[in-house]
């Protein structure tokens, strides 16, 4: 098994994208059934879909469930004060405390690749009225063995049940899943707001595929352990890291120092 799909019964996002997946043909498929949650299966071998009991957000134990998964994308809602709908994604990780799961000054292992391509995907599907965008990343789980990526519906409970959205979302993980396009370039990304639009584009319209991403609140949270986690936790190679220079204030000087120090290349946006 390669690909694991996560939803929650107690997230209202996720179980609608899995009523879409269960009507594009997921079904019990007897593996898992217990108080923990239910797995199903489609056509394809290589994709499961785990519908779990407990909190998206503190999954940490999914390595054992599916010692043979070799990524995990998590189906769920996205929350804003906006309201704004949005589809949003991101890998995740605590770069201090961990009020949101996981454990503090933990990040996830990413998938750059997979994200870029559902990224580009989604963006060129049809969902009226929807922004598209990723997320610095931020809570749990942590420390899972395999890549984390959240795939997200929002921000407000109107989004979380919207049926045609959801599917949107779900024909695009599984067009991205049967696509995967390697990244030519990988970088960590450091400054920015928590929807960074910068770096947003540079997915879209670059060869470059992104690791673990630090907005600018973060940044007093970034020394060199903090930024070799960034760079070690991604399947792929990390080569670059990306700034957004008008985002770092006083930390711009001692970042630069990090990145040199790492061997980074840099580049400046």
Partial sequence: ?????VASSQ???????????????FTPDGRHNDEQGQSLGCTNPDISLYIANSSLLTLESLDSVYPDARVFVFLSKHRSDSGIPTLTCHCTGNFNSAPFGGNPKEIAISYPSLQKTYLKVVSNAQAPGYDVVIEATHHGPTSLKKPVLFVELG?????WADDAAAQVICDAVLQAIDNIEPCKKVGVAIGGTHY????????????FGLAAVASKHNLDSIDENMLAQMIEKSVEKVTHIILDSKGLGSHKDRILKLAEKAGLQILKL
């Fill in 196 to 207: 960074p639009t910068k770096f947003n584009k540079l997915l879209l319209e670059s060869e």
């Fill in 1 to 5: 098994m390669s690909f694991v799909l």
């Fill in 155 to 159: 921000s407000s409970e109107k989004q």
């Fill in 11 to 25: 997230d209202l996002a996720g179980v609608t994208m899995a009523k879409c997946l269960k009507d594009m043909g």
